[in-house]
């Protein structure tokens, strides 16, 4: 599945004010009048951890839907990965995902290990059923151009922390169009991200997908339901390297479409920086003449408007 586009989604999302500017603004913003670079650089970092986890986290929803409570040998596997479901303790089965290796498009190398515990008994497609990870030193190197401006093997990106999993609506994804209309999941939890320059990162995250459309034609719609302060409807909030609290909120859905190559064609998403005065809005849903796309017609480019005090800007950026 290709959720790394997908994401250009959750979260691509923000993936907003690249390293790249492209509108009349430009001399203003790589000058620093508005003094942005903070939020580039939370923009870049989003984009790149949340579709690195995303990947993941469709990993571990195939080995669980898959291969239920007790995985088959010859069941499903992620690429370069092995899995091994052998241990049990108490009421607890715990599985290992270990990688080492190009993920199954080619453009990311992975190693370390995610662990997933789920109550033995339990059924991964039943309402309320959920199950906890953890990244231990997962550790991922882009082999392709991804993200907002990094350059081939630029990223270097290794993930530690701890979510829940949680089937909202029972079923599974692959049930959509089929056997059900729609599927909702939830993940929440709390992770770091130590990048190539040895900065770190810590965040909450909140996102919740839903699922409807058929096999060829689906849809994955992305919202935030976390809540923080006076803020609500975050997807993901914390510290970003410079050490300024962050909050992340989807104030329009995400939608992304299969057809258009898991890319996100509508949806609004907002990042503040409230000790710097500082935010941006990432509006999806354009073409390369930077208008509205219509109908069935696939997007090529975001709109982001930047605000910095008493300054403000507008940029539109290539998907």
């Known amino acids: 599945m290709k959720t790394k586009n997908l994401i250009h989604l959750a979260v691509i999302l923000v993936s907003a004010i690249a390293l790249t500017f492209t509108s009349c603004k430009k001399d203003d913003l790589d000058q620093g009048a508005a003094d942005p670079a903070s939020l580039k650089q939370l923009a870049v970092d989003e984009n790149d951890v949340e579709s690195i986890m995303s990947d993941a ?26 899995v091994d479901s052998s241990k049990v303790t108490q009421d607890t089965l715990i599985i290992y995902i270990t990688y ?45 151009k991804m993200g907002m401006g990094m350059g081939k093997d630029s990223t270097k990106i290794i993930l530690n922390g701890t979510k829940t999993f949680v089937n909202v609506s029972g079923g599974t994804r692959w049930m959509v169009g089929t056997l059900i209309d729609s599927y909702v999941e939830r993940v929440s939890g709390t992770m770091q991200a130590t990048f190539e320059n040895g900065a770190t990162r810590t965040w909450n995250v909140a996102r919740q997908i839903t ?37 992340t909120q989807i104030s329009q859905s995400i939608v992304c479409k299969q057809t258009c190559k898991w890319n996100p064609v509508s949806g609004i998403k907002i990042h503040q920086i409230p000790s710097g005065s500082k935010s941006a809005t990432v509006t999806f849903g354009f073409d390369d003449n930077n208008e509205p796309v219509t109908g069935d017609n696939c997007p090529t480019r975001y709109r982001v408007d930047w605000q910095k005090d008493n300054k403000s800007g507008t940029s539109y950026l290539p998907l």
């Open 211 to 247: 699922w409807t459309g058929t096999p060829g034609q689906y849809n994955m719609t992305i919202d935030g339901f976390g809540s923080a302060g006076d803020y609500q409807n975050l997807v993901v909030w914390g510290t970003n390297r410079q050490g300024e609290e962050f909050f």
């Open 57 to 82: 986290e469709g990993d571990i929803t195939s080995v669980m839907t898959n291969m239920g409570n007790g995985l088959k040998s010859g069941g499903w596997k992620p690429c370069a990965a092995t």
């Open 100 to 144: 080492n290796g190009q993920d199954c498009d080619k453009k990311q190398n992975r190693t370390g290990k995610i662990e997933i515990k789920m109550k033995t008994g339990n059924h991964w497609g039943a309402l309320g059923s959920s199950v906890v990870f953890k990244y231990s030193n997962f550790e991922v190197k882009r082999m392709v």
